[in-house]
C-alpha cells in the first residue's frame, strides 16, 4: 500500500504563485508515475500534470507554460510549481500515483490518491 501526503495550498491573489508537495510513504518502490489533479466546486476532478520517474512529464493545456511539476525520487516527493495563477485555478489539489510506466491522464488510471489540499486564488 501507498500513502501520499499533500502540502502547500492556501490563499494567493491573482498572478502570484504556490507550489505544491505530496510525500508518498510505504511501497513507493511500487510507484512508476505521478501525477497532480484538481477539482473545482461542481465540476469533475480533472488531470493537470504527470511525471514519469525518468522525469518525462506531459501538462493539461490550461496549465501548460505556468505550472510545473517534478520529482525528487530519492525523496519520494512529486512537486508542483504553480506560476501566473488565475482565480479559474482554484480548486482541491489531488496528488495521484500509479504503478504502471505510462504518463497517462484519465483519473481512473490511478491507483493511489492524496486527500487533497486547497487553493484559492482571488482575484
Known amino acids: 500500500q501507498v500513502q501520499l501526503v499533500e502540502s502547500g495550498g492556501g490563499l494567493v491573489q491573482a498572478g502570484g504563485s504556490l507550489a505544491l508537495s505530496c510525500a508518498a510513504s510505504?511501497?513507493?518502490?511500487?510507484?512508476?508515475?505521478m501525477a497532480w489533479f484538481r477539482q473545482a466546486p461542481g465540476k469533475e476532478r480533472e488531470f493537470v500534470a504527470v511525471t514519469g520517474s525518468g522525469g518525462s512529464t506531459s501538462y493539461a493545456d490550461s496549465v501548460k507554460v505556468r505550472f510545473t511539476i517534478s520529482r525528487d525520487n530519492a525523496k519520494n516527493t512529486v512537486y508542483l510549481q504553480m506560476n501566473s495563477l488565475k482565480p479559474e485555478d482554484t480548486a482541491v489539489y489531488y496528488c495521484?500515483?500509479?504503478?504502471?510506466?505510462?504518463?497517462?491522464?484519465?483519473?481512473?488510471?490511478?491507483?493511489?490518491w492524496g486527500q487533497g489540499t486547497q487553493v484559492t486564488v482571488s482575484s
Open positions: 495521484a500515483a500509479r504503478r504502471g510506466v505510462l504518463l497517462r491522464v484519465g483519473r481512473t488510471e490511478y491507483d493511489y
Open positions: 510505504g511501497r513507493t518502490d511500487s510507484i512508476n508515475t
